[in-house]
């Protein structure tokens, strides 16, 4: 099977994801992306990537390499990431289970981490995202 390709942040918004989004074809690929992270079932590879990632790539900002959002959008993502993955303690390319990437976040991840991991992201204020992170600490998987 082919690994899921998943930047560092995104590790931590299919915990929180209720459906918004950038675009129709952004949210329906996160809905995707969602599924398979919160489907008991099924134990899928993730290749963890500080750059664009599958979902990216249905977004209206992506470019060829980076995101364009903004002047300084594509610093901010990639800051992200790299402080999600240094907080797991994950390597940058390498691939991992989804079960062993959940383990570690419910392990490692307060929902206050996020006002650090995520400092700045527009979709923080919303409260989805350290909802989520509190639901997998519990053992509840959100489900759409």
Same mark, same amino acid.
């Given at each position: 099977?082919? =690994?899921?390709?998943?930047?560092?942040?995104?590790?931590?918004?299919? /915990?929180?994801?209720?459906?918004? %989004?950038?675009? =129709?074809?952004?949210?329906?690929?996160?809905?995707?992306?969602?599924?398979?992270?919160?489907?008991?079932?099924?134990?899928?590879?993730?290749? *963890?990537?500080?750059?664009? &990632?599958? @979902?990216?790539?249905?977004?209206?900002? /992506? %470019?060829?390499?980076?995101?364009?959002? &903004?002047?300084?959008?594509?610093?901010? *993502?990639?800051?992200?990431? +790299?402080?999600?993955?240094?907080?797991? %303690?994950?390597?940058?390319?390498?691939?991992?289970?989804?079960?062993?990437?959940?383990? !570690?976040?419910?392990?490692? *991840? +307060? =929902? &206050?981490?996020?006002?650090?991991?995520?400092?700045?992201?527009?979709?923080?204020?919303?409260?989805?995202?350290?909802?989520?992170? @509190?639901? !997998?600490?519990? %053992?509840?998987?959100?489900?759409?």
């Amino acid at each position: 099977m082919k =690994p899921l390709r998943l930047r560092g942040h995104h590790l931590l918004c299919v /915990h929180g994801f209720r459906g918004m %989004g950038y675009s =129709p074809s952004f949210v329906e690929k996160m809905w995707e992306i969602v599924k398979d992270i919160r489907n008991e079932e099924k134990d899928v590879p993730i290749q *963890v990537v500080v750059a664009l &990632d599958e @979902a990216c790539f249905s977004c209206p900002h /992506h %470019g060829e390499s980076t995101c364009q959002a &903004d002047p300084n959008s594509n610093e901010h *993502v990639v800051s992200m990431d +790299r402080r999600v993955l240094e907080h797991l %303690g994950l390597e940058e390319n390498e691939i991992y289970l989804k079960s062993e990437l959940l383990r !570690l976040t419910a392990q490692k *991840v +307060r =929902p &206050d981490d996020l006002d650090r991991l995520c400092a700045n992201c527009s979709w923080l204020q919303y409260g989805v995202c350290k909802e989520g992170i @509190a639901n !997998l600490r519990s %053992g509840n998987v959100q489900q759409k």
